[in-house]
T-cell receptor, first 113, second 111 residues
Framework: SQTIHQWPATLVQPVGSPLSLECTVE??????LYWYRQAAGRGLQLLFY??????ISSEVPQNLSASRPQDRQFILSSKKLLLSDSGFYLC????????????FGPGTRLTVT | QKEVEQNSGPLSVPEGAIASLNCTYS??????FFWYRQYSGKSPELIMF????GDKEDGRFTAQLNKASQYVSLLIRDSQPSDSATYLC???????????FGRGTSLIVHP
């Protein structure tokens, strides 16, 4: 069965510090991978998605970036965090064939102080 | 602009009742429809998906899809306090791997 991991689970970082969040998927190959952010009391915002190694599409212009160095690894980064970057960051994987459903990892709660 | 609308609630129902959650979408070409349950502080969990018009049942959950009217609903029978959560509707346009999520409906099941 497929499993998706995210770490760290929680993170408190000062404004202007860098960020690196990691997501890995087990039990499937060549998945579509997604990064979402959910701000307090708000809906899910798609940040990045990837259909293959090195292929990243950005949905929202901001100070975040994403990379996919391996088939089942997705990394979200920032060089300098802003207060507005606080939120619940969710990684998800999805199938490529007739099945479109997405499965979410446990999430990283980021607080920028 | 593809939109998915959900009543934010909270929807409050007594234990044992049927909870009815609704979702409307704007893209008539949408093909796949999903319901996620999200407990406070946790990540969304996929509970139902539906692709064709009509009803799909899984245990206490029934998803209903009406493409002509562009709505999808989730019925929860015999609601339990453990069903108290936010329910997110997600819609995939035809041929796209990029979903649009609604903002969710908060459900409260009181004993």
């Amino acid at each position: 069965s497929q499993t998706i991991h995210q770490w760290p689970a929680t993170l408190v970082q000062p404004v202007g510090s860098p960020l690196s969040l990691e997501c890995t998927v087990e039990g499937t190959s060549n998945p579509n991978l997604y990064w979402y952010r959910q701000a307090a009391g708000r809906g899910l915002q798609l940040l990045f998605y990837s259909v293959g190694i090195g292929q990243i599409s950005s949905e929202v212009p901001q100070n975040l970036s994403a990379s996919r160095p391996q088939d089942r690894q997705f990394i979200l980064s920032s060089k300098k965090l802003l207060l507005s970057d606080s939120g619940f960051y969710l990684c998800a994987w999805g199938g490529r064939l007739a099945s479109y459903e997405q499965y979410f990892g446990p999430g990283t709660r980021l607080t920028v102080t | 602009q593809k939109e998915v609308e959900q009543n934010s609630g909270p929807l409050s129902v007594p234990e044992g009742a049927i909870a009815s959650l609704n979702c409307t979408y704007s893209d008539r070409g949408s093909q796949s429809f999903f319901w996620y349950r999200q407990y406070s502080g946790k990540s969304p969990e996929l509970i139902m998906f539906i692709y064709s018009n009509g009803d799909k049942e899984d245990g206490r959950f029934t998803a209903q899809l009406n493409k002509a009217s562009q709505y999808v609903s989730l019925l929860i029978r015999d609601s339990q306090p453990s069903d108290s959560a936010t329910y997110l509707c997600a819609v995939f346009p035809g041929g796209s791997y990029i979903p649009t999520f609604g903002r969710g409906t908060s459900l409260i099941v009181h004993p």
